[in-house]
């Protein structure tokens, strides 16, 4: 698909919190997904919502036995991916100590995102980032590179 500036795009689908291969099938159906609308995305953006789209919904399915969603969306200026699930209790970050094994995710979030945030819903809540594609370099900063 040919991405026309300024349109928006959508696509969601649901992840099952029973199957241990969650995590990373989503992750991959969403790069897909992104890829595929051919958006101004560099690939250190890529990387981190690849990264970050494992955060989130690993924490969705880890935290509930209900239906999960993804929904990824182009506004036409950023690359959001909400997150639902059937938990009311809105995330907070926390500090941990530097070697535990968890509870850095929202951290993380919070770090590589261009915003983020949570809501709750009438069936628990929904988890949300934001990236943006890199500013267009300035056709002067190009001819002095």
């Not at 100590?97 to 951290?107: I, K, P, T």
């Not at 929904?126 to 267009?136: D, H, L, R, S």
Request: glycine fraction near 6%.
């Amino acid at each position: 698909m040919t991405h026309i500036p300024g349109q928006s795009l959508f696509h969601s689908f649901r992840v099952s919190p029973e199957d241990p291969a969650t995590v990373p099938k989503a992750r991959r159906l969403l790069l897909a997904v992104v890829r595929d609308w051919n958006l101004p995305l560099a690939d250190e953006t890529q990387d981190d919502l690849g990264l970050l789209s494992s955060e989130v919904i690993a924490n969705a399915v880890s935290h509930t036995t209900g239906p999960c969603s993804v929904t990824v969306r182009w506004t036409g200026v950023r690359l959001r991916v909400e997150v639902t699930d059937t938990v009311a209790r809105l995330p907070t970050p926390r500090r941990h100590e530097l070697y535990a094994e968890s509870g850095r995710g929202l951290v993380l979030v919070g770090s590589l995102a261009a915003s983020w945030g949570s809501t709750r819903t009438a069936t628990g809540k929904v988890v949300w980032f934001e990236v943006a594609p890199a500013p267009p370099t300035a056709d002067l900063d190009r001819l002095a590179s």
